[in-house]
């Protein structure tokens, strides 16, 4: 089952195939870097970066429609600014980098194929 569901990126193009590929290509360029830096905050036990990452992600998850993601990252953000339920972070954050990475693979086919 499909992860992405572009909708309201779509909506919020309007049309503008250029806008929407662009889009696609910035997530699929800074994510990975973003995903990255989960593992890090969290391994470092770094609650205001990986508070602050998540923060981040949440947005870019939203345009591109992965909404099983939204309150995962949603709980990460504030386990990590409260620093409450630190022993759930490692499963989300496994979660989210697993999710967001077959995310990426279908982003990038639907890249391909309409080129």
Same mark, same amino acid.
């Given at each position: 089952?499909?992860? /992405?569901d572009?909708?309201?990126?779509? $909506?919020? &193009?309007?049309?503008?195939? $250029? +806008?929407?590929?662009?889009?696609i %290509? *910035? +997530? /699929?360029? #800074?994510?990975?870097?973003?995903? &990255? ?7 470092? #036990? !770094? ?11 949440r947005?870019?998850?939203? +345009?591109?429609?992965?909404? @099983?993601?939204?309150?995962?990252? &949603?709980?990460?953000?504030? +386990? &990590?600014?409260?620093e409450?339920?630190?022993? %759930?972070?490692? @499963? ?8 967001? !990475? ?5 982003? *990038? $086919? ?6």
């Amino acid at each position: 089952m499909p992860h /992405v569901d572009l909708t309201y990126l779509k $909506e919020l &193009a309007g049309g503008n195939e $250029e +806008f929407l590929n662009d889009m696609i %290509q *910035k +997530f /699929v360029q #800074k994510t990975p870097d973003e995903l &990255a830096e989960l593992q890090t905050h969290l391994k470092d #036990k !770094n609650w205001t970066r990986l508070r602050a990452i998540a923060h981040k992600m949440r947005q870019a998850l939203s +345009f591109m429609g992965i909404k @099983e993601l939204e309150d995962i990252v &949603a709980s990460i953000e504030d +386990f &990590a600014k409260d620093e409450k339920n630190l022993d %759930q972070l490692p @499963e989300l954050v496994e979660s989210t980098v697993r999710i967001t !990475n077959e995310s990426l693979e279908e982003l *990038k $086919e639907t890249q391909s194929s309409s080129t």
